[in-house]
């Protein structure tokens, strides 16, 4: 996977709401109903990370789910996270 640059990931952020470039990464933050819809939607984006075998950094504080997305192997952000990105926008709504 090739690193985009600053230049690249600024304008494929405006595809994305509620995503910014925060650290090296890809960040959001969702807030769910409980903590069982928070953990519900965790689930459901660890079998897509899986099939895509790229993993989120993430915490959960009850129904809080802040997500963190950067390709190690190419030190930045890639296709692979705006990817990513887009399939928990999907999953979460």
Do not use: C
Request: proline share 1%; glycine share 6%.
């Amino acid at each position: 996977m090739i690193k985009y640059t600053q230049a690249q990931i600024t304008e494929k952020l405006a595809q994305f709401e509620g995503w910014q470039y925060v650290e090296g990464g890809l960040f959001a933050s969702f807030e769910f109903e409980n903590f069982k819809e928070a953990f519900s939607a965790m689930t459901r984006i660890s079998y897509e990370a899986e099939r895509l075998n790229h993993h989120p950094e993430w915490t959960n504080v009850y129904n809080t789910l802040e997500i963190f997305l950067s390709t190690h192997d190419a030190d930045g952000v890639t296709e692979k996270d705006f990817e990513l990105a887009a399939i928990i926008d999907l999953l979460i709504g």
